[in-house]
Structures are given as C-alpha cells and as structure tokens.
C-alpha cells in the first residue's frame, strides 16, 4: 500500500472514530432504558450465529411448505458469513469498543475484528432475502427485525455504529448478488 493510500485510510479511520464518539454518546442514555436493555440483548443473543433467521426462514418454510427455500436460505447465510468473517473482517483489524459490552448487558463478545457488523450484515442480508420470497406487508416485518437485530450490537457495545451501518451494506449487497439464485 502506498504511503498516500495508507494516509487516507488513516484519515477515513480517524473520522469514523470520530462520528462513532460521537454518536455513542448521543445514544448512551437509551442504555440506561431497562425494557430496551432486554429487547437488545435478547436481539443480540438471537442474532449469534443468524439463530434468527435461521429459526424465522424454518417456521415460515413449515407454514407455506416452501422447504426449498428453508434450505437455500440457511446455505446462502452460511456463505454471506463466511465471506463477511472469514473475508472482510480479516481485512480490517477494528477494536471492538469494549472489551465486555455495556455494563451490566451480557453479551456473546466474537473473536473477530469490529468491521464490519456480521450481525447487521446477516440481518440485512436476510431482510433482502425473506423480503424477496414473501413480498407484501411481511417486507416491514423483515426490515424491523433486521433493524433491530442491528442496531442491538451496537447498544450492546460490541460494535461501533460505522461497523453496524458497514455490516448493513455488505449484507445488502450480497444479498442482490445471491437474489438469482432464488
């Protein structure tokens, strides 16, 4: 990498830390919110390992008989994880900004690098998806889910708000390249 690359990069990084502060404590009194505190960490929770979605894509599979589907999508979220944690992470070493989460919110904390959200990009991911096989009102219900399952790592401070919005484009993205195989 050239210095002027290694630069700008540096200066990118320097921002996002900044704008991430920034709206950190912004947000730092809804984690004073007990109701909030248990919607997010049970959110966060579900969302290890796409359990989620997993779960949501098997019970609607069973109710329209769309077995297909089930299938697909489980494989489709196996590949989208490995290409987020095992590919772009490797690519960007983020500290996570805690080592624990937030205080008194128990949380699984990932080996793996902060940049981007493979929480918010599965949830994204499978949002584009579900959405693609259900259309109609369900589409609300896959973009609320996938908002809050994405927006809990970074209540739960595993993750800074760029790495949650980074995971989301990722997620999108892939998603509209794995579209035709449905």
Same mark, same amino acid.
């Given at each position: 990498?050239?210095?002027?690359? %290694?630069? +700008?990069?540096?200066?990118?990084?320097?921002?996002?830390?900044?704008?991430?502060?920034?709206?950190?404590?912004?947000?730092?009194?809804?984690?004073? =919110?007990?109701?909030?505190?248990? $919607?997010?960490?049970?959110?966060?929770?579900?969302?290890?390992?796409? %359990?989620?979605?997993?779960?949501?894509?098997?019970?609607?599979?069973? !109710?329209?008989?769309?077995?297909?589907?089930?299938?697909?999508?489980?494989?489709?979220?196996?590949?989208?994880? #490995?290409?987020?944690?095992?590919? !772009?992470?490797?690519?960007?070493?983020?500290?996570?900004?805690?080592?624990?989460?937030?205080?008194?919110?128990? =949380?699984?904390?990932? +080996?793996?690098?902060?940049?981007?959200?493979?929480?918010?990009?599965?949830?994204?991911?499978?949002?584009?998806?579900?959405?693609?096989?259900?259309?109609?009102?369900? !589409?609300?219900?896959?973009?609320?889910? &996938?908002?809050?399952?994405?927006?809990?790592?970074?209540? %739960?401070?595993?993750?800074?708000?760029?790495? $949650? $919005?980074?995971?989301?484009? =990722?997620? %999108? &993205?892939? &998603?509209?390249?794995? #579209?035709?195989? #449905?």
């Amino acid at each position: 990498m050239s210095h002027e690359a %290694v630069v +700008k990069f540096s200066t990118v990084s320097q921002a996002a830390d900044a704008l991430d502060s920034r709206v950190d404590s912004w947000y730092q009194p809804a984690r004073n =919110v007990t109701f909030l505190n248990s $919607v997010m960490v049970a959110a966060s929770t579900l969302g290890d390992w796409s %359990v989620i979605w997993h779960l949501t894509s098997a019970m609607r599979g069973l !109710i329209t008989g769309e077995f297909r589907e089930i299938v697909l999508l489980s494989l489709l979220l196996g590949v989208e994880s #490995l290409i987020v944690n095992q590919g !772009i992470k490797r690519l960007f070493r983020r500290q996570r900004p805690t080592e624990h989460g937030a205080d008194g919110l128990t =949380v699984r904390r990932p +080996k793996t690098s902060s940049f981007p959200s493979g929480h918010a990009s599965a949830a994204a991911f499978s949002a584009v998806m579900l959405s693609s096989m259900t259309g109609g009102w369900w !589409i609300a219900l896959w973009i609320l889910i &996938a908002a809050i399952v994405a927006t809990s790592r970074f209540h %739960v401070r595993i993750h800074h708000a760029s790495d $949650v $919005v980074a995971g989301a484009v =990722v997620g %999108v &993205a892939l &998603a509209t390249a794995f #579209l035709p195989l #449905l």
